[in-house]
């Protein structure tokens, strides 16, 4: 039985003066781990990631907001980090981070307003918008309706919506994505993960099932098409074809991808405009934390279509 969106954004709403905190979907996580007796909740080192991307074209640029929310349980609480960044014109703009602990919980997934972070839950417990508010600036990204639901092999969830980013005064239309997974601190990280449209016709989420060897990696991913039918690929290739030097992590990142689900799909993707940051570490090799506009172009059967979107990349 597939899971209906209100389990998906299932939110839960506190009184008080700091607005609500929305709840993702437990992907991943075993049942038992949510059950345990106390408070403790979620079992120590358990990872969480929730992404909430809005897209849209303004002209022959790609405007982004990507909200990016990871917490990771541990004895005693749970470590939480929120960021986000405005994409527009080519240029990167990171104007939300913050870093917290919270007491434990058996509900670690959790959304959490924070400082200039602000959730708004409408009726049935779904998320709405996320809200950044400064002095006079304030930035909004809304969601409306759904229009495609999709569930991993590894107990994911991508959820795509249309919605609109508030910018000031100006309202803009778009699609947002909405991605939830987990993995236990001890197995490997979840793969990269990539939104890409075509406009208002075409919406394709790609989810990295490994890591890449040799820079391909084994994908699986899903498309809406302009008549609103829905393709699943579980076995799809990936592989740079390009790479560029980065020097601060001294390590190699992609800057092309060739995709490809046997004869019946493939794409090219190029960088358009790229943020990246080296994290910290002991090893010669450091971290890549990085995110991607990029473009290119999309083949499903006889029909071809432009691409834009994001790619999410880390190496760790």
Not at 65 to 86: E, H, K, Q
Not at 237 to 263: D, I, L, M, N, Y
Request: glycine share 10%; with cysteine.
């Amino acid at each position: 039985m597939p899971i209906s969106r209100r389990l998906l954004l299932a939110l839960a709403l506190t009184l008080g003066l700091s607005a609500c905190r929305a709840e993702a979907p437990q992907a991943g996580v075993d049942p038992d781990s949510t059950a345990l007796p106390g408070a403790t909740g979620a079992l120590p080192g358990r990872a969480y990631e929730r992404a909430v991307v809005f897209l849209t074209a303004v002209g022959d640029s790609t405007l982004i907001v990507p909200w990016l929310f990871n917490s990771r349980t541990r004895p005693g609480g749970v470590d939480r980090i929120a960021r986000a960044w405005l994409s527009r014109g080519g240029v990167w703009e990171a104007f939300l981070l913050e870093s917290w602990e919270t007491p434990p919980t058996r509900v670690p997934w959790r959304l959490h307003p924070r400082g200039r972070l602000r959730l708004v839950v409408g009726e049935g417990e779904s998320l709405e918008a996320l809200l950044f508010e400064e002095g006079p600036r304030r930035l909004e990204v809304q969601m409306g309706a759904t229009r495609a639901e999709w569930h991993g092999s590894q107990g994911e969830t991508f959820l795509v919506a249309d919605g609109a980013a508030v910018l000031s005064d100006r309202r803009l239309p778009g699609l947002v994505l909405d991605l939830a997974r987990a993995h236990r601190g001890e197995s490997p990280p979840p793969g990269d993960w990539m939104f890409l449209t075509s406009g208002d016709s075409v919406q394709l989420v790609l989810s990295g099932t490994d890591v890449p060897v040799g820079g391909t990696a084994s994908y699986e991913g899903w498309a809406r098409l302009p008549d609103a039918s829905e393709i699943p690929w579980r076995d799809i290739t990936v592989s740079w074809t390009e790479t560029r030097a980065f020097e601060k992590a001294r390590r190699e990142v992609p800057v092309r991808w060739a995709v490809a689900a046997g004869q019946e799909m493939s794409a090219d993707l190029e960088v358009r405009t790229a943020h990246i940051e080296a994290g910290e570490g002991d090893d010669p090799l450091l971290p890549v934390d990085a995110l991607f506009e990029v473009a290119g172009d999309l083949r499903i059967g006889t029909a071809a279509y432009p691409l834009r979107g994001l790619v999410r990349h880390v190496q760790r």
